[in-house]
C-alpha cells in the first residue's frame, strides 16, 4: 500500500520567516495530494491540494510544489504569522480511483511573535 | 448545516469492554471514513465506505468493526476493547469523485485502561 513519510516533525519559525514542510510518498499510482491544518483540540481541515497533472499551486501565503518523477511534494508557508501555529499532514490518494487517504505523521508548526 | 456529527465526545473504557462510536453527516456524501490519530503517527484509516452498502479495510481494522447503517451513518465498533486502542477517533466524509477532500467530525477521545 502507500506509504507517506513527512519531515521535518516539528518546526520553529520567527513571524515573517517561510516555512517548508516536505514529504515523500510511494505509490506512483497516487494522483492527489492534499494538505490539512489542525489546530490544537480541532478537526483536521484542508487548505490546499495538488493533483498530479500540476507542478505548483498558490492559495495567497501557501503554496504546494510537486515532483511526480522523485515522489516528493512540499507545503511552503510565506510571511508566517502566530495563526498559522498548528499541526501541518500531507497526504496522498491511495490507488487512481479510490478515494481513501494515507496521511504523513504530521509538522508542529510554531511560529514565534 | 452540523457538517460531521461524532458522538460520544469522550469515553472511558475497560479493558475488554465494548462500545460503538456513531457518526452522522448531512451533506448528502455518499464516502465515509474512520481514522484513528495517536501521536507522532498522524492519522490512520481503520476502515471506510466508499458508498451505501459497502466497507473496506484500511491501514489499521484489527479490532474494530464498522456498519454502513444508511447513507448518513457509519459507526465504528469496539467488540472488546483494549488498551492499544486509546486513541482520538475521527470521522469523515466526502463527495464521491472528490478524492481526498475529507470534512472531518469534532473527534471522540476513547481511553482503555
Known amino acids: 500500500g502507500e506509504n507517506v513519510e513527512q519531515h521535518p516533525s516539528t518546526l520553529s519559525v520567527q513571524e515573517g520567516d517561510s516555512a517548508v514542510i516536505k514529504c515523500t510518498y510511494s505509490?506512483?499510482?497516487?494522483?492527489?495530494f492534499p494538505w490539512y491544518k489542525q489546530e490544537l483540540g480541532k478537526r483536521p481541515q484542508l487548505i490546499i491540494d495538488?493533483?498530479?497533472?500540476?507542478g505548483e499551486k498558490k492559495d495567497q501565503r501557501i503554496a504546494v510544489t510537486l515532483n511526480k518523477t522523485a515522489k516528493h511534494f512540499s507545503l511552503h508557508i510565506t510571511e508566517t504569522q502566530p495563526e498559522d501555529s498548528a499541526v501541518y499532514f500531507c497526504?496522498?490518494?491511495?490507488?487512481?480511483?479510490?478515494?481513501?487517504?494515507?496521511f504523513g505523521s504530521g509538522t508542529r508548526l510554531q511560529v514565534q511573535p | 448545516n452540523a457538517g460531521v456529527t461524532q458522538t460520544p465526545k469522550f469515553q472511558v473504557l475497560k479493558t475488554g469492554q465494548s462500545m460503538t462510536l456513531q457518526c452522522a453527516q448531512d451533506?448528502?456524501?455518499?464516502?465515509m471514513y474512520w481514522y484513528r490519530q495517536d501521536p507522532g503517527m498522524g492519522l490512520r484509516l481503520i476502515y471506510y465506505?466508499?458508498?451505501?452498502?459497502?466497507?473496506d479495510k484500511g491501514e489499521v481494522p484489527n479490532g474494530y468493526n464498522v456498519s454502513r447503517l444508511n447513507k448518513r451513518e457509519f459507526s465504528l465498533r469496539l467488540e472488546s476493547a483494549a488498551p492499544s486502542q486509546t486513541s482520538v477517533y475521527f470521522c469523515?466524509?466526502?463527495?464521491?469523485?472528490?478524492?481526498?477532500?475529507?470534512?472531518f467530525g469534532e473527534g471522540s477521545r476513547l481511553t482503555v485502561l
Open positions: 469523515a466524509s466526502s463527495e464521491m469523485g472528490r478524492a481526498g477532500e475529507l470534512f
Open positions: 505509490d506512483s499510482a497516487s494522483n492527489y
Open positions: 495538488i493533483r498530479s497533472n500540476v
Open positions: 497526504a496522498a490518494s491511495l490507488r487512481v480511483g479510490r478515494r481513501a487517504l494515507t
Open positions: 451533506m448528502n456524501h455518499n464516502s
Open positions: 465506505s466508499a458508498s451505501e452498502g459497502t466497507t
